[in-house]
C-alpha cells in the first residue's frame, strides 16, 4: 500500500495520488510496482525501499548520492 499525502500552505496534510515537493509517503506492504515508482520519482537506491522490508535489518542511518536512509526499530 501506497500512501501520498502532500503538505499544505496552512501546514495540513491531503491526500494526493503524485510524488511531489513537500510529500509524505507511507509504504506498507508495498508491491513491486509501488516500490519501483518510488524508486524512479524519487530517484533513490533500490536498497533504501527494500531493505526495511527485511524483519531483521538493524537499525541505521546510510547516505547515498544526497538520499538519506534510516532504519528505525
Not at 499525502?5 to 510496482?33: C, D, R, V
Request: no cysteine; glycine share 6%; net charge negative.
Amino acid at each position: 500500500m501506497l500512501l501520498i499525502n502532500k503538505s499544505t500552505s496552512e501546514g495540513k496534510f491531503e491526500q494526493t495520488s503524485k510524488i511531489g515537493y513537500n510529500s509524505w509517503l507511507h509504504l506498507e506492504a508495498p508491491t513491486t510496482s509501488e516500490i519501483e515508482h518510488v524508486e524512479a520519482a524519487l530517484g533513490v537506491p533500490n536498497n533504501f525501499l527494500t531493505d526495511s522490508l527485511d524483519i531483521e535489518e538493524r537499525p541505521r542511518i546510510e547516505e547515498r548520492n544526497g538520499a538519506v536512509l534510516m532504519v528505525i526499530h
